[in-house]
């Protein structure tokens, strides 16, 4: 008898704070509202907050800019291959909690709303969205703000985003 995978799991961690803010538990209930509005079930996904020198190292060793940055994705399985506990490993969204307030404060609205935004950001990198085109800029502008509109609600709305890995390659 084949194992059944429990449910998704997000893990939100912690370096270089403690930070005023959103709390990890916070982060941890957007997250899962996200996964499950991208019908993304039986998966693991890390996030950490993180102070700018902590995301300034991360960025420097593993994309050669050598200045912090607001997010950083990590995808773990592309293919969808399970972890032992039968989950499919998605990777991890690395957070600036400092760089995230600045760009807050630049932007004047709360520091919750910008994690959010970024959060969304970071995990559709780890599903396959990009912004390398105009036009994937406008789709990933686009499912960004989806996201953090379903982070924000109090109910999970019905799923409506395709993960890239799952929907059909447009040609040109």
Known sequence: MARRPAGSVVSVTTRGGP???????????RAEKMLSHLKLRSVELSVALVDDATI????????????????????????????????RLLGDVILSVDTARRQARQRRRPLLDEMTM?????????????????AEEQE????????????????????AVTPASRRARRTP
Not at 118 to 134: S, V
């Open 140 to 159: 990933m502008t686009a499912l960004t703000r989806e996201l953090e509109a379903v982070a924000a609600r109090r109910m999970t709305a019905q799923p």
């Open 19 to 29: 930070f005023e803010g959103p709390s990890p538990a916070t982060m941890q209930r």
């Open 118 to 134: 970024l959060l969304g950001h970071g995990l559709l990198h780890l599903i396959g969205y990009d912004h390398q085109t105009d």
């Open 56 to 87: 300034h190292t991360l960025n420097r060793d593993y994309r050669h800019k050598d200045k912090p940055t607001d997010v950083l994705a990590f995808p773990l399985d592309e293919e969808g291959g399970p972890s032992p506990q039968g989950r």
